[in-house]
């Protein structure tokens, strides 16, 4: 199975910051990798696919990068709806594994 | 609108069997896929496997193996998901997500666009 890490599992920051996410790969998977985000008692949001592509109705402040095995997820500047948790996922085979998760959190 | 609506909390003993449904609506069931993920309380994510309505086909997480079953309902645009012989550490919250498939220059790429509300699994003796 492909491991997927993430770093780093918490984060503070304040609204306006700009902040990246990375994670990475135990093997390489292309460019086959998904971010989520998750709030607190609701499913999980799809934001980005093919490592760069921003899902429709996204917002432009998020946007990923990366093939291989490193990736990261940036946040071009922080708003208040973007404190929660967030995965990675590799979909280059099955099993469809997710990262640890990272969790923003207000500073 | 496109959604997928689950079925209700669950409180199973040990040793039982649980199904959760996933429904359908607002796009043609049968040209997605459906995959299912679990979490278990303050955990991350864990893929379980995923079947396609077109054809039957299914794939299971192998550490689920043997355990549980995907099926899928067409007329009723419902997917199902079993899992026997559940243990304490089956206790999570149960998502159907729709798998999207984008193909471009870049190649192919699947990933979960639309998932349900999360069905909650309690097994406790």
């Known amino acids: 199975d492909i491991q997927m890490t993430q770093s780093p599992s918490s984060l503070s920051a304040s609204v306006g910051d700009r902040v990246t996410i990375t994670c990475r790969a135990s093997?390489?998977?292309?460019?086959?990798l998904n971010w989520y985000q998750q709030r607190p008692g609701k499913a999980p949001k799809l934001l980005i696919y093919?490592?760069?592509s921003l899902q429709s109705g996204v917002p432009s402040r998020f946007s990923g990068s990366g093939s291989g095995t490193d990736f990261t997820l940036t946040f071009s500047s922080l708003q208040p709806e973007d404190f929660a948790s967030y995965y990675c996922q590799q979909s280059y085979s099955t099993p469809y594994t997710f990262g640890q998760g990272t969790k923003l959190e207000i500073k | 609108q496109v959604q997928l609506v689950q079925s209700g909390a669950e409180v199973k003993k040990p040793g039982a069997s649980v199904k959760v449904s996933c429904t359908a609506t607002g796009y043609t069931f049968t040209t997605y896929d459906i995959t299912w993920v679990r979490q278990a309380p303050g955990q991350g994510l864990e893929w379980m496997g995923w079947?396609?309505?077109?054809?039957?086909?299914?794939e299971y997480a192998q550490s689920l193996q043997g355990r549980v079953t995907m099926t899928t309902d067409t007329p009723t645009s419902t997917a199902h998901m079993e899992l026997r012989s559940l243990r304490s550490d089956d206790t999570a919250v149960y998502y159907c997500a729709r798998v999207i498939v984008v193909v471009s220059p870049r190649g192919k790429f699947d990933a979960f666009d639309i998932w349900g509300q999360g069905t909650m699994v309690s097994v406790s003796s």
């Open positions: 093997q390489p998977i292309s460019s086959n």
């Open positions: 093919a490592a760069s």
């Open positions: 079947i396609s309505d077109y054809n039957g086909n299914t």
